[in-house]
């Protein structure tokens, strides 16, 4: 079953006054429902409160119900920094007076008054969970992801409901009503049905896994509602069929009851820890419970394996609730602090002392190993999620196949959430091509580091050097005596193989594979003429050229030049520029790209007539510019860097010796798939060689990749 998350806004009343939230925040809840910090809300602990009618506290994130100076109350969501002392940003979980229909959140008894408590729960992630009253005592579900939005909108209408376990994004909840027990996820960006129906028994989720008794005293079962299969089996030593469970990473809460025995069994070592009985809450390594008789919050540390003499927490009278969990006190399982409602009504947070586990993830749902910016329907984000055993500040950054950094992200909380737009850090869409990710995320508390990473195709997105395609890789293109311009593509192996072409080119014609030189992300072919017209043809996006598709007039008079070749971006700006070289002079000039589909005026940078080839061959040293190489008389080649100011460095020798049977040689850009520009060139026998570049401004030993080229008039 989909969860459907949605934004909704809502009308309340109090007496006879109807109000929408925007109104509310008019009176004064607005600095209530607006994430991040401020001055109000970066004051130290204790939280000064006007009341509290229900807390709740998992990842750092503490919600509780509270007055607002609007007069109403409100589910108030606070960030605490990981050593209980600051609130870190303020926002709002949902509204929780009476709406103007009559429905309102569910209320149970409590300490508070008649009005009542809500019981939520905070899944870790920021997401809180409570029910909704229509008013007539029918109830749904809702689990609220934002302080707009929320999901469970199409749960089961149930009387008697309550959360029973939330870690991150799972969730269990039973009905009175039905006698049911309810298990799902809610998917921010992909669906995948996990969603089951059970009978009511104790249960705990820990990320996908959903722990339930199994067969016989103290045995319980972990299923995995992803797999959809049972993963473990543990006999833990309860002398009872469990009645409740609470699951944190290594440790399984049990009890027999309010009342009767209980204990933690430490799947590590595996042995059983008895533990003192009574309405108790886990952490990390370690249980809390209130004494009443005492008015005191008890802590059993057993992270050693052993348990502790319990020790007192916090003063907490015994009030008239036997069971006051998530009504005046609650343990975060996902940080390691307790928060308590003390008699002068403030919060309270106190550290457990206890060491936690290392930094670990408990579940993830990443995104897919490719994106195609122009192809994804709209859709042009990569949207993945981890979910964290304890807060951490967390780093996540794209790379390109040159280790050039394109995208960094920075958050924190116990809830990792990337959502990368595509661009790169300057709002720009990277170059096609293959790319890295990597999340380094680092516990708040100095307890370890969790680390990550993966490959991603990136399509749709800047074309790279040499690309007339819709991917990553150069193609050739060829002219034959047919007058078919063919293009070749390559499926990153380093050969050719799929082609289109276009007919009715005439002869003489010369193609120049270029850059976009506008704003669709699509490359244009530049096509001078016999008759000395230089033509920019509008992109194809992998498609073939033929005289009669829409062209642009860039003047005429290119004749006068023997060389015309595109070596990528030489001016900095991100955009194929066009080096051109006159006959009569040998003089070289730069005509740049304006990036509104014209070139500008040509600038004088070299006097090359002792050159027999020049190659504009894109970045080949991974400095982001384009570089040119050159062969003279006598066999050697060289290279020449761009700086991107327009210019080209002094040259460096590549080979001697080099290149006296080709008679076409093409920068022809990245046909390995390893981000890097590569070169093709044909001997006088039509043999096809490639040579592979190595990213540091050379290439390796060439490599036959075809024969029989020698039909083609021309190669580009």
Same mark, same amino acid.
């Given at each position: ?102 429905? #309102? ?73 039905? +006698? ?10 992909? &669906? ?97 419970? #209130? ?64 060491? &936690? ?17 122009? +192809? ?50 300057? +709002? ?35 074309? +790279? ?252």
């Amino acid at each position: 079953m989909t969860r459907r998350v949605r934004a909704r806004s809502f009308v309340v009343r109090r007496g006879r006054i109807a109000l929408t939230l925007a109104s509310l925040a008019a009176l004064g809840a607005g600095s209530l429902t607006t994430a991040g910090p401020a001055a109000a809300d970066t004051t130290p602990t204790p939280i000064t409160t006007d009341g509290v009618w229900g807390i709740d506290y998992a990842g750092g994130f503490l919600t509780s119900v509270e007055n607002t100076p609007s007069g109403y109350q409100w589910v108030i969501g606070r960030q605490i920094s990981a050593d209980g002392s600051t609130v870190l940003a303020k926002t709002s979980r949902g509204y929780a007076d009476v709406y103007a229909g009559g429905s #309102h959140v569910q209320r149970v008894p409590c300490d508070a008054g008649s009005q009542g408590c809500v019981p939520l729960r905070s899944f870790g992630n920021t997401y809180t969970g409570y029910f909704m009253d229509d008013g007539s005592g029918k109830q749904v579900a809702q689990v609220h992801l934002t302080q707009n939005s929320l999901s469970g909108t199409d749960e089961p209408t149930v009387t008697g409901g309550r959360f029973v376990d939330a870690t991150g994004r799972y969730y269990v909840y039973q009905a009175s009503s039905t +006698g049911k027990q309810y298990v799902d996820a809610v998917h921010s960006y992909r &669906t995948e049905d996990v969603r089951l129906t059970r009978r009511i028994t104790a249960a705990s989720v820990w990320g996908s896994a959903l722990w339930t008794p199994g067969s016989g005293n103290g045995v319980v079962t972990s299923y995995d509602l992803e797999s959809k299969k049972t993963v473990a089996t543990v006999s833990t030593g309860a002398p009872c069929t469990v009645k409740e469970l609470q699951v944190i990473r290594r440790w399984i809460y049990w009890n027999c009851g309010p009342t009767g025995a209980a204990g933690v069994y430490d799947r590590t070592a595996k042995k059983n820890i008895t533990v003192p009985s009574g309405p108790a809450l886990v952490g990390d390594g370690y249980l809390v419970r #209130h004494d009443r008789t005492a008015g005191k919050l008890m802590l059993t540390d057993y992270h050693s394996g052993t348990a502790a003499a319990p020790r007192a927490i916090a003063d907490l009278p015994a009030g008239r609730t036997a069971d006051q969990r998530r009504l005046t006190w609650t343990v975060d399982k996902l940080g390691g602090d307790i928060a308590y409602v003390g008699e002068d009504k403030s919060i309270r947070i106190v550290q457990s002392g206890v060491p &936690t586990q290392s930094l670990a993830k408990i579940e993830s749902d990443v995104a897919g190993d490719s994106v195609d910016v122009r +192809g994804n329907n709209g859709v042009n984000y990569w949207d993945s999620i981890w979910q964290l055993n304890k807060p951490a500040h967390w780093t996540f950054t794209v790379k390109d196949a040159l280790g050039h950094t394109e995208r960094t992200l920075t958050g924190s909380g116990a809830h990792v959430e990337v959502n990368w737009d595509l661009k790169t850090d300057s +709002g720009a869409f990277p170059f096609n091509g293959p790319k890295t990710w990597s999340l380094r995320a680092t516990a708040d508390d100095g307890g370890g580091t969790y680390t990550t990473g993966g490959t991603l195709a990136y399509n749709g997105g800047r074309q +790279g050097f040499h690309d007339q395609g819709y991917s990553s890789n150069g193609e050739l293109v060829t002219l034959n005596s047919s007058g078919a311009l063919t293009l070749h593509y390559t499926k990153g192996d380093g050969t050719f193989g799929p082609k289109y072409s276009g007919s009715g080119w005439p002869a003489g014609t010369v193609a120049v594979p270029f850059g976009d030189m506008g704003k669709d992300r699509c490359a244009e072919m530049l096509v001078r003429m016999p008759n000395g017209e230089l033509r920019r043809y509008a992109g194809r996006c992998g498609w073939e050229y033929t005289p009669s598709n829409s062209h642009t007039s860039l003047g005429t008079g290119w004749n006068a030049y023997n060389v015309l070749t595109a070596p990528g971006d030489l001016t900095g700006d991100g955009r194929t520029d066009l080096l051109a070289r006159k006959a009569s002079t040998g003089d070289v000039y730069l005509f740049a790209n304006d990036g509104a589909g014209k070139l500008k005026a040509g600038v004088k940078i070299r006097a090359w007539s002792a050159y027999k080839r020049i190659v504009g061959a894109g970045d080949l040293n991974g400095d982001g510019f384009g570089d040119v190489l050159a062969l003279d008389r006598s066999g050697t080649l060289w290279r020449y860097d761009g700086t991107g100011a327009g210019r080209l460095t002094g040259r460096v020798k590549v080979f001697s010796g080099w290149g006296a049977s080709y008679n076409a040689v093409v920068g022809v850009g990245d046909i390995t798939g390893d981000g890097k520009n590569d070169l093709v060139a044909r001997d006088t026998a039509g043999n096809l060689y490639r040579q592979t570049g190595t990213g540091r401004g050379s290439f390796s030993a060439r490599v036959k990749i075809g024969t029989g080229w020698q039909s083609y008039r021309g190669l580009f």
